[in-house]
C-alpha cells in the first residue's frame, strides 16, 4: 500500500512539474500572451487567426498589444518568436545565428520524410547543395541569356493560348503557373514539362495550391502534434500531403530515370541541366570513393524546392497583377502608353527581358508595387535560432523557431504613408526612374533570400509587358474580384475571370 502510495506521490509531483514548467516563460523572453498548460499559445493561436483573417494579421495586433516587435509564443513545446518591423527583420535575415531551419514533423513531411533538399536544410547540407544547386543552375542558364530564350519561347506560347480564348472570360492563374513552370523545368530537365493542356501538370498544380491553403507558414497543427494524422488524416492535411508526394515523387524519378538512360547512351550529353550536373556529380563521388551527401534522395528534395519555388509565388504575382489591371483600368492605360513608348523609343522589337528593364521605369514600379501591397508571402519561411543568442534586448533560446514578418515592413505606415493605396508612383523618382526603396523586400535578404528570385523577377516582368502591349485586360460584367487575399502558406487571390481583348 505505502508503494503504491509513493507512486502516486510521484506521479502527482511529476504532473504538477509538468504543469507548471509549460506555463513558465523562458527568462527575458520577448512579450506575448500567457501559455496555456502542455499546449501554449495554439488553440489561442488557431481561433484568433481565423477570427481576423491570417496569422500575419494576427502577429501585428499582438505586437501592437505588447508594443514590441518581437512576440514570443509558444505552439506545442515550440518556442516561437516573431520578427515585425524593418530593423528586426532585417537584423534575423543577415545574421548567421538565425539561418538554421526547424526540425518538425511538419517540415520532414514536406520534404517526403527526410531532412534533405536546400529549403529546409541547414549547417554544412544546406550550405555545399545551395552552393553546388546555384552554380550548376547559372551553368545550364539561370539568370542568363539561355533561361530568357526559354522565357521568350514561353511567354508566345501563352500569348497564343489567350488568344485562342477569343475573348471568352478565363482563370488565368493555372496557365500562367504551367508557363513558368515550363521554364524552370528546362533549367533543371532540360525541357518543357509538357503541352498547356496536360493532365498531369494541371493536377499536380491543384493539389499544391490545396496544400497552400490548407496550411500555414507554422505547418498548421500537424506541426506541433503530429498524431493528429492518426485521428483526423484529412482534416490535418495528412492525407492531401502524401498524395501531393507520392505524384511529385514518380514524376521526378521518371524524369531522373529517363536521365540516367541518356547518361547510359552518351556519358557527355551536348545540353546540359540540372539534372544531369547532379548525376555526373554522385557518379564522380562515387568513383573517388570519398563519402557524400550527393545522393538520389538529395537531388529529389533539390528539384522539389525549385519546382515549389517557381510554380506558385511567381504565377500568383503575375495573376494579382492582371487582376489590378482588369480593375484600375487608369493605370492599365499609363502601363500600356509606357510600355508602347518605351518599345517605340528602343526603336526595334527586341522581346522585352529583364535586362532591358531601366527603358521600362513605370512596368517595373508597377510589379513593385504589385508585390508590396499583396506581400504573397506575408511571413517567410520559418528559421531556428541554431545558438542562444540576443535580439532586441531579449534573450532566444537555442532551436526557438523564428517568423519573419515581411507584412510589417511592406505595410509600414511610417515610412510608406499610405500602404494600403495601391500607387506605383511610390517607386518612381523625381527624375522620372524607378527605384528600390530599403523597405522593399519580396524575396527576402541574406544568403536565405528565394532561390527562384532570378526566375521570378524575369517571368514577371516578360510576361506582364508582352501581355500589356498585345491584350487588354477586361472584367466581365458581374465579376467583381476581391482584393482580401485567402491566408495559407502563400497569399492567394480568390478565383477570378477576365477577358483578353486583342488589342489593334
Known amino acids: 500500500m505505502s508503494a503504491l502510495i509513493f507512486l502516486c506521490a510521484i506521479l502527482i509531483g511529476f504532473v504538477i512539474y509538468s504543469l507548471i514548467s509549460s506555463v513558465r516563460r523562458p527568462k527575458n523572453f520577448p512579450p506575448g500572451p500567457r501559455f496555456v498548460p502542455w499546449l501554449g499559445n495554439t488553440l489561442q493561436f488557431r481561433k484568433e487567426a481565423k477570427a481576423v483573417g491570417g496569422q500575419h494579421i494576427l502577429f501585428e495586433r499582438w505586437a501592437k498589444d505588447f508594443r514590441s516587435e518581437l512576440v514570443g509564443l509558444k505552439l506545442g513545446r515550440e518556442y516561437v518568436v516573431v520578427a515585425l518591423g524593418h530593423e528586426m527583420v532585417k537584423e534575423v535575415q543577415l545574421q548567421e545565428v538565425f539561418e538554421g531551419r526547424p526540425d518538425n514533423f511538419f517540415l520532414r513531411l514536406r520534404t517526403m520524410g527526410t531532412r534533405k533538399g536546400i529549403t529546409c536544410t541547414d549547417g554544412q547540407l544546406w550550405y555545399e547543395h545551395r552552393h553546388f544547386a546555384m552554380k550548376q543552375m547559372r551553368n545550364v542558364g539561370y539568370g542568363r541569356s539561355q533561361?530568357?530564350?526559354?522565357?521568350?519561347?514561353?511567354?508566345?506560347?501563352?500569348?497564343?493560348?489567350?488568344?485562342?480564348?477569343?475573348?471568352?472570360?478565363?482563370?488565368?492563374?493555372?496557365?500562367?503557373?504551367?508557363?513558368?513552370?515550363?521554364?524552370?523545368?528546362?533549367?533543371?530537365?532540360?525541357?518543357r514539362i509538357a503541352s498547356q493542356e496536360d493532365g498531369t501538370l494541371r493536377r499536380l498544380l491543384d493539389l499544391m495550391n490545396r496544400r497552400s491553403k490548407l496550411f500555414d507558414i507554422c505547418g498548421g497543427l500537424l506541426a506541433q502534434f503530429p498524431w493528429l494524422r492518426h485521428v483526423a488524416p484529412d482534416r490535418t492535411g495528412y492525407n492531401l500531403i502524401q498524395q501531393l508526394n507520392t505524384e511529385l515523387y514518380?514524376?521526378?524519378?521518371?524524369?531522373?530515370?529517363?536521365?540516367?538512360?541518356?547518361?547510359?547512351?552518351?556519358?557527355?550529353?551536348?545540353?546540359?541541366?540540372?539534372?544531369?550536373?547532379?548525376?555526373?556529380?554522385?557518379?564522380?563521388?562515387?568513383?573517388?570513393?570519398?563519402?557524400?551527401?550527393?545522393?538520389?534522395?538529395?537531388?529529389?528534395?533539390?528539384?522539389?524546392?525549385?519546382?515549389?519555388?517557381?510554380?506558385?509565388?511567381?504565377?500568383?504575382?503575375i495573376n494579382l497583377a492582371l487582376m489590378v489591371?482588369?480593375?484600375?483600368?487608369?493605370?492599365?492605360?499609363?502601363?500600356?502608353?509606357?510600355?508602347?513608348?518605351?518599345?517605340?523609343?528602343?526603336?526595334?522589337?527586341?522581346?522585352?527581358?529583364?535586362?532591358?528593364?531601366?527603358?521600362?521605369?513605370?512596368?517595373?514600379?508597377?510589379?513593385?508595387?504589385?508585390?508590396?501591397?499583396?506581400?504573397?508571402?506575408?511571413?517567410?519561411?520559418?528559421?531556428r535560432a541554431l545558438w542562444p543568442t540576443k535580439l532586441g534586448g531579449y534573450d532566444i533560446p537555442k532551436n526557438a523557431t523564428i517568423l519573419i514578418s515581411l507584412r510589417s515592413v511592406h505595410l509600414d505606415k511610417e515610412h510608406w504613408k499610405d500602404p494600403l493605396e495601391f500607387r506605383p508612383e511610390r517607386f518612381i523618382d523625381s527624375a522620372g526612374k524607378c527605384f528600390k526603396d530599403e523597405y522593399f523586400m519580396p524575396f527576402g535578404m541574406g544568403r536565405r533570400r528565394?532561390?527562384?528570385?532570378?526566375?521570378?523577377?524575369?517571368?514577371?516582368?516578360?510576361?506582364?509587358?508582352?501581355?500589356?502591349?498585345?491584350?487588354?485586360?477586361?472584367?466581365?460584367?458581374?465579376?467583381?474580384?476581391?482584393m482580401v487575399l485567402l491566408p495559407g502558406i502563400t497569399l492567394t487571390p480568390k478565383p477570378y475571370k477576365v477577358q483578353f481583348v486583342k488589342r489593334t
Open 325 to 383: 489591371l482588369a480593375m484600375r483600368p487608369d493605370v492599365q492605360g499609363k502601363l500600356f502608353n509606357h510600355v508602347a513608348a518605351s518599345v517605340a523609343a528602343a526603336s526595334t522589337d527586341a522581346f522585352p527581358h529583364l535586362s532591358r528593364r531601366e527603358s521600362f521605369d513605370y512596368m517595373d514600379a508597377f510589379i513593385m508595387e504589385v508585390q508590396r501591397f499583396f506581400h504573397i508571402t506575408p511571413i517567410t519561411g520559418p528559421r
Open 147 to 191: 533561361m530568357e530564350h526559354h522565357i521568350e519561347l514561353e511567354a508566345e506560347e501563352l500569348l497564343g493560348q489567350l488568344e485562342r480564348t477569343e475573348e471568352q472570360p478565363i482563370e488565368p492563374v493555372t496557365w500562367l503557373a504551367q508557363s513558368v513552370l515550363n521554364v524552370l523545368w528546362c533549367l533543371i530537365a532540360g525541357k
Open 450 to 482: 528565394c532561390l527562384g528570385d532570378a526566375l521570378a523577377r524575369a517571368c514577371i516582368f516578360s510576361f506582364l509587358v508582352r501581355i500589356v502591349q498585345h491584350f487588354s485586360v477586361v472584367l466581365p460584367a458581374g465579376e467583381s474580384p476581391s
Open 250 to 317: 514518380g514524376f521526378f524519378m521518371d524524369t531522373i530515370e529517363e536521365h540516367r538512360r541518356q547518361l547510359a547512351k552518351d556519358p557527355s550529353p551536348a545540353e546540359s541541366d540540372l539534372i544531369y550536373a547532379y548525376l555526373q556529380e554522385m557518379e564522380d563521388r562515387s568513383a573517388s570513393g570519398e563519402s557524400s551527401s550527393f545522393n538520389e534522395t538529395q537531388l529529389v528534395m533539390t528539384i522539389l524546392d525549385f519546382f515549389i519555388a517557381g510554380s506558385q509565388t511567381t504565377s500568383n504575382t
